[in-house]
């Protein structure tokens, strides 16, 4: 039987990716792959089962709605529940499940800890992780600053306003520069993240391209994570993930 999947998707959030990476794992699936009890032949055969439950944000504080903490603790998005011979999981951190999807169902998508590529294995692990690590913690802060002054009381936005515009000054901007600097050396002459194909690590590093979008950075400073997010954009099971879901607009966090 088939897993029966509930994306828990917030607007504006990193659950987009789910998405697209249950899409993939959709089409990359093939009855000549045999995952772990015949996984890939049900997705084939029955295409992968997942439902989308939506979720909006508060206008004015844009923080997620209190009914997603009676999905998880937490109350964060992206949240996925799988149900699974007669097992319910509930599963949050969007690593945790991109990683867990890709080694159950997915596997054409992943690089496995056997591969004889160990750089391939090596540049999985790290972009992976890295996404929402060194590379969301930026991001984070120049959410958080370009909010401070609208959240702040009015008579405080002067202070706030000056306290914020040093931080992004000082401290903010830079590090955006040094990582999709990084980062943009790092796809030098590569189409994919890992391994010279698509895998969760490009899934994982979506969310990070399109935070520079959003930010105050010139795009065109950035040819090559462009050139890979453009491919990204293209893809038919990112398309079709974005009419179950929706375009993310990080620049509502930051204008």
């Given at each position: 039987m088939?897993?029966?999947i509930t994306v828990?998707?917030?607007e504006?959030?990193?659950a987009?990716?789910?998405?697209?990476?249950?899409?993939e794992?959709?089409l990359?699936?093939s009855?000549?792959l045999?995952l772990?009890?015949?996984?890939?032949?049900?997705?084939t055969q029955?295409g992968?089962?997942?439902?989308?439950?939506?979720?909006?944000?508060d206008?004015?504080t844009?923080?997620a709605?209190?009914?997603?903490?009676?999905v998880?603790?937490?109350?964060?998005s992206?949240?996925?529940?799988i149900?699974?011979?007669?097992?319910?999981?509930?599963?949050?951190?969007?690593?945790?499940?991109v990683?867990?999807?890709?080694e159950?169902?997915?596997?054409q998508?992943?690089v496995p800890?056997s591969?004889s590529?160990i750089?391939?294995?090596?540049?999985?692990?790290?972009w992976l992780h890295?996404?929402e690590?060194s590379g969301m913690l930026?991001l984070?802060?120049?959410?958080?600053?370009?909010?401070?002054?609208?959240q702040?009381?009015?008579?405080a936005?002067?202070?706030?306003?000056?306290?914020?515009?040093?931080?992004?000054?000082?401290?903010?901007?830079?590090r955006?520069?040094?990582n999709?600097g990084?980062?943009?050396k790092?796809?030098?002459g590569?189409d994919?993240?890992?391994?010279?194909?698509?895998?969760?690590a490009?899934?994982m590093m979506s969310?990070i391209?399109?935070g520079l979008?959003?930010?105050?950075?010139?795009n065109?400073k950035y040819?090559?994570?462009?050139r890979?997010?453009?491919?990204?954009?293209?893809?038919?099971?990112?398309k079709?993930a974005?009419?179950k879901g929706g375009?993310?607009?990080?620049?509502?966090f930051?204008r």
């Amino acid at each position: 039987m088939a897993p029966k999947i509930t994306v828990h998707w917030l607007e504006d959030s990193r659950a987009q990716r789910i998405l697209w990476l249950l899409e993939e794992v959709s089409l990359a699936s093939s009855p000549s792959l045999v995952l772990p009890a015949n996984r890939a032949f049900v997705l084939t055969q029955l295409g992968l089962d997942y439902e989308v439950k939506r979720y909006s944000r508060d206008p004015k504080t844009l923080l997620a709605p209190k009914e997603l903490a009676d999905v998880h603790p937490l109350g964060k998005s992206p949240v996925v529940t799988i149900v699974e011979d007669g097992k319910t999981l509930t599963l949050a951190e969007s690593g945790a499940i991109v990683e867990f999807i890709v080694e159950r169902y997915g596997e054409q998508l992943g690089v496995p800890a056997s591969s004889s590529d160990i750089q391939a294995r090596a540049d999985y692990l790290y972009w992976l992780h890295w996404a929402e690590g060194s590379g969301m913690l930026p991001l984070m802060f120049s959410i958080i600053f370009a909010q401070l002054p609208k959240q702040g009381p009015w008579l405080a936005k002067p202070l706030l306003n000056a306290v914020a515009g040093g931080a992004m000054g000082q401290f903010v901007l830079p590090r955006l520069r040094e990582n999709f600097g990084f980062v943009e050396k790092s796809l030098a002459g590569k189409d994919y993240f890992a391994g010279g194909k698509l895998t969760g690590a490009d899934v994982m590093m979506s969310f990070i391209a399109e935070g520079l979008e959003a930010s105050p950075l010139p795009n065109d400073k950035y040819p090559n994570i462009f050139r890979w997010y453009n491919s990204v954009l293209a893809r038919s099971a990112y398309k079709k993930a974005l009419e179950k879901g929706g375009k993310n607009d990080l620049g509502r966090f930051t204008r």
